[in-house]
């Protein structure tokens, strides 16, 4: 593999260090979305505020090349999670320590985020080359319920196709599982508890929905295995001590599915099994927020192939292109938006926990590769790249 190891530019990794120290937990996003707005402003290039839901925001920059061309979006989220057990270095200053970034954020996923703007940069300094138009965005609340990217897609861009920033280094995902919630609200008859058989049973009723919930042999995708869910929690009743038969019950699945599901078998699984209990209860079920569909790129889409050429040529290495098991903004593009998304960043370790890092190895030849691809994208009118 190509190294950075001594060529760091430590413009980037300066901007790396200021955006992990500055705290930006989910719905907090404030703070560091004023940094990176004063940064494109600092160099020339315009932003604008797009509001999104719960008052937030999203930073948009757009820049356009020399005439008519697609149209590239890059970026990600600038949220984090919450601070983790197990930190031996203070999680919001960060540290360099063995060509490794150390601070909350620095992988999951400041640095792609910070890789990004530079990539936009050069790309605006350079816009003679290219035509079309680059979207870059800063979104917030990913690590939450993705309140960001959903308003984001509500607006149509003609985006061609998204690169997000996100850890994925040495696997390239061009696609995802999907993952909903699902409410079941089981509604019974209320009876005193010394006559049960006058009443029905709620919580009675929803465990047998429950158990043919387990017992469910889910879609199996050729590729990528067997999907799968996890009963997440169940209540009923009021929390008094009464002898009295249950009206009420409820429970959540998160349900996570393959390509070649969609959030309306997911219900209709659910509801056919509720159907075939013959109960005498009724069974309400709902989908709840966040809602992430799946999506499958095909590897020879033209999209993933110019992208895999830039990867071979800055990487040195072919891609190991992937589908993968979680679930991020690139999901709301390419899931619910249909807005072809790969998923493309530095990566590190110990992610959601403490010492979390960034290798700055990757940083720097993850930047390169944006610019490469990009200039490729956007039918770059010069054969050079970014050596």
């Known amino acids: 593999m190509a190294s950075a190891a001594n060529d760091y530019d430590v413009e980037l990794t300066g901007l790396l260090g200021e955006l992990v120290a500055i705290p930006s937990f989910s719905g907090e996003e404030g703070a560091v979305q004023d940094r990176i707005c004063r940064w494109f402003v600092d160099h020339g290039i315009d932003v604008d505020i797009e509001e999104a839901d719960g008052g937030l925001q999203n930073v948009v920059v757009t820049i356009e090349g020399d005439g008519d061309g697609p149209v590239l979006w890059i970026g990600g989220h600038c949220d984090t999670v919450g601070i983790a057990s197990g930190w031996t270095r203070v999680p919001h200053a960060s540290k360099i320590e063995d ?24 790309l605006s300094e350079r816009s003679g080359e290219w035509a079309g138009k680059v979207i870059f965005a800063a979104l917030a609340d990913e690590e939450a319920y993705s309140r960001g990217a959903n308003a984001f897609v509500r607006k149509e861009r003609g985006i061609d196709a998204a690169v997000m920033c996100e850890p994925h280094f040495h696997d390239v995902v061009i696609g995802a599982m999907g993952k909903i919630n699902l409410r079941v609200e089981v509604k019974g008859r209320s009876a005193h508890g010394s006559r049960p058989e006058e009443g029905v049973n709620a919580v009675t009723e929803a465990a047998k929905l429950l158990v043919a919930i387990d017992g469910l042999e889910r879609f199996s995708h050729p590729d990528f295995g ?23 019950a409820a429970f959540v699945v998160n349900w996570h599915f393959m390509p070649g599901e969609t959030v309306e078998s997911a219900l209709e699984t659910l509801r056919n099994l509720a159907d075939g209990l013959n109960s005498r209860a009724q069974f309400a079920i709902t989908v709840g927020e966040p809602r992430y569909e799946s999506f499958m790129l095909d590897k020879d889409d033209g999209f993933v192939a110019q992208f895999a050429e830039s990867y071979r040529r800055i990487i040195g290495k072919e891609p190991d292109l992937r589908f993968g098991r979680g679930v991020s903004d690139a999901n709301i593009f390419a899931g619910r938006a249909g807005i072809p998304t790969l998923l493309f960043g530095p990566d590190g370790a110990n992610m959601h926990a403490g010492d979390e890092w960034v290798d700055l190895d990757q940083l720097h030849l993850a930047r390169r590769t944006y610019l490469d691809f990009a200039l490729r994208f956007l039918k770059s009118k010069n054969e050079s790249t970014m050596k």
Do not use: F, Q
Not at 227 to 242: F, I, K, P, Q, W
């Open 226 to 248: 067997r999907a799968s869910h996890c009963v997440l929690n169940m209540t009923s009743g009021d929390g008094r001590y009464e002898i009295r038969v249950p009206d009420h």
């Open 99 to 122: 060509n490794r970034l150390y601070g909350l954020g620095s992988m999951d996923m400041k640095g792609g985020l910070a890789a990004a703007m530079y990539a936009v940069r050069e």
